[in-house]
């Protein structure tokens, strides 16, 4: 069946914080080195926030560079959904300072919280706006400042982060005449909170009264990000009906580069078909897949009509894919 409406991404947009943090530079306040760190991540250098820029203002820079590609302006828009575990508030929304940062006029706006995979959520979410015809442009945001609670003493974990935002404008544009569907094909999206514990924040309003810190058990994460991303590109392949080998580009979730190459082996992809900026973004959650898809838009990598798939996981455990033609 053909939709009445397609989720066109008709801009993309990126934005990351001046301040460069190399490997080095954590060396001098960290137990650790560039090679450790290189060897086991990918990483060699993240972006970290002014203490004066909120999650919100990171959000609302990408989104001006997704709207400008776009074309189009802040009246246009008819929801902002934020992707976020950094809000600037535990509430309102981060979204809704989007809204106001950018001038949007009223209308829906709302955060969404689920890590690593937070932007594959949003994404889906506001498909399903635009498909039904609900709205006729969306924002989709991921952003995070997790510069903001990582844990200085646990060199395991606080080297691996980033700061920075992405964003996506999804448009509604009837289907084209004698031409393949584009846009948004098929989304897969999934959680199990059994295995929350080995990736989360320890803090949290009705807990701690704090924001707390990133914790997480690297050997478990790594072992279910390679076998649940890969699985989610199954399964969002099968569900369109799409071969491995018609994807273009596939635009991993950006953690670990072990990771990304293990994912593409067992999904027989080419190691040229996949995008990677983790050497200078290093894992910035909901950002990364559309940080990796900016770079790729913008450097001539990803062209109009070309397949991609997105995929990652994050704390909850969370996951999911989504399959686009750009």
């Known amino acids: ?28 306040i960290v137990d650790t080195s560039d090679e450790w760190i290189r060897t086991r991540s990918g990483i060699e250098e993240r972006r970290f926030a002014a203490d004066d ?29 934020v992707a976020t575990v950094t809000p600037d508030r535990t509430f309102p929304a981060t979204a809704v300072y989007v809204q106001r940062k950018l001038g949007v006029p009223r209308g829906i706006a709302f955060d969404i919280s689920a890590a690593c995979a937070g932007f594959l959520y949003a994404l889906t979410t506001a498909h399903g706006f635009v498909s039904s015809g609900q709205v006729r442009h969306a924002l989709v945001i991921g952003a995070d400042k997790l510069s903001c609670f990582l ?31 584009r846009g948004v094909l098929a989304t897969y999206l999934s959680a199990d909170g059994r295995l929350a514990d080995h990736l989360y924040a320890d803090g949290g309003p009705s807990t701690t009264g704090t924001v707390g810190k ?21 399964k969002v392949t099968e569900q369109a009906n799409v071969a491995r080998g018609e994807i273009d580009w596939f635009v991993p979730h950006q953690a670990n580069i072990r990771i990304i190459e293990a ?13 990677v900026t983790i ?27 070309q397949l991609l ?13 989504a399959l686009a033609r750009y």
């Open 214 to 234: 990133v914790r997480m058990n690297g050997k478990e994460v790594f072992r279910n990000a390679v076998e649940l991303i890969s699985d989610a590109v199954f």
């Open 309 to 321: 798939v997105f995929a990652a996981l994050g704390g909850g455990l969370a996951w999911g894919s």
């Open 263 to 275: 994912c593409a082996k067992r999904l027989e992809l080419e190691q040229s078909r996949i995008v």
């Open 53 to 81: 820029e909120a999650t919100s203002d990171l959000a609302a820079r990408a989104a001006w560079h997704a709207l400008d590609q776009a074309g189009l302006k802040p009246r246009d828009i008819g929801l902002v959904v």
């Open 279 to 305: 050497g200078k973004h290093a894992n910035t959650s909901s950002a990364s897949i559309p940080l990796a898809l900016d770079a790729a838009v913008r450097d001539g990598r990803v062209r109009r009509d």
């Open 1 to 28: 069946m053909v939709a009445a409406v397609e989720s066109v991404i008709s801009g993309v947009g990126a934005y990351l914080p001046e301040r460069i943090v190399t490997n080095h530079d954590l060396a001098e």
């Open 151 to 181: 844990d200085w003493s646990d060199r395991a974990t606080c080297v691996l982060f980033g700061d920075g935002a992405g964003a996506v404008v999804l448009s509604g544009e009837p289907p084209r005449t004698a031409a393949p569907p």
